[in-house]
């Protein structure tokens, strides 16, 4: 007789889409987003990031974070693939409006446009906004 | 008498910065700190703003607080000097108060 945490099967797979829109260090919603995701992760669901906004500046290659005193979270990302979360979305427009393009990034993305990154956002099961 | 005007909100995510510029008589200062840094880099929308604010204030931006985002000293518009917090310090005290624009 198998006890109920120790009962297996495919469950539920859910589309999970975590949405991230502030820039790292000057609040704690990047840091948190990425907590989240890595428990998540655990979970074995769909999982998915997108990147827009100041969201797009958490992706910024190059951060050296000595002078201010915080841990430099930023490897991290490069780290997701490891735990099964493979698509990162990131919008052409915020991009764009920051000077940014996709070399500037420390990690390989998918850059989409609004209306792209609109529909992904359609098909999600559920979104977690960070 | 002057007046140092301190920013540490991104100018994508907030209208500080612009209050701040409206505000800020000229001759004053204005320190880019921490997520107001953003606002001193070349090539992005609110670029044209901040050379206007240059054109009328000293502008300063905080380095560890660029260097922390991955952006560089190189990147930062014309005109704008980047201090470090030795410098942060200076400007405190070389101004009789300081306005924190939140």
């Not at chain 1, 979305?89 to 420390?106: I, K, M, T």
């Not at chain 2, 107001?36 to 502008?59: F, I, N, P, Q, S």
């Not at chain 2, 014309?78 to 009789?96: A, C, K, M, P």
Request: hydrophobic share 45%; proline share 4%; charged share 25%.
């Amino acid at each position: 007789m198998s006890e109920p945490w120790e009962e297996e099967g495919p469950g539920t797979i859910k589309k999970f889409m975590y949405i991230n829109r502030k820039a790292p260090y000057g609040t704690i919603y990047a840091l948190e987003s990425l907590e989240v995701v890595l428990i998540a992760a655990a979970f074995e669901q769909d999982v998915s990031m997108a990147f827009l906004d100041d969201g797009v500046y958490q992706l910024k290659k190059g951060q050296d974070t000595q002078g201010i005193g915080m841990k430099n979270f930023s490897p991290t990302y490069r780290a997701l693939e490891g735990y099964d979360v493979e698509k990162l979305y990131v919008e052409a427009e915020s991009l764009a409006e920051r000077g940014l393009s996709e070399d500037d990034l420390l990690v390989p993305v998918e850059v989409l446009g609004r209306e792209a990154l609109a529909a992904l956002m359609d098909e999600q099961d559920v979104i977690l906004s960070f | 008498m002057s007046m140092l005007h301190t920013v540490n909100k991104s100018p994508f995510e907030r209208n500080t910065l612009a209050a701040c510029i409206g505000h800020a008589l000229p001759g004053s200062a204005i320190l880019l700190i921490e997520d107001g840094v953003y606002a001193a880099l070349r090539g992005t929308a609110h670029e044209d703003m901040v050379r206007g604010a240059v054109a009328d204030h000293k502008v300063f931006v905080l380095g560890p607080d660029l260097l922390a985002r991955g952006m560089r000293p190189e990147q930062v518009i014309d005109g704008i000097s980047v201090v470090d917090y030795g410098g942060f310090v200076d400007l405190t005290e070389q101004h009789d108060k300081v306005q924190a624009w939140v």
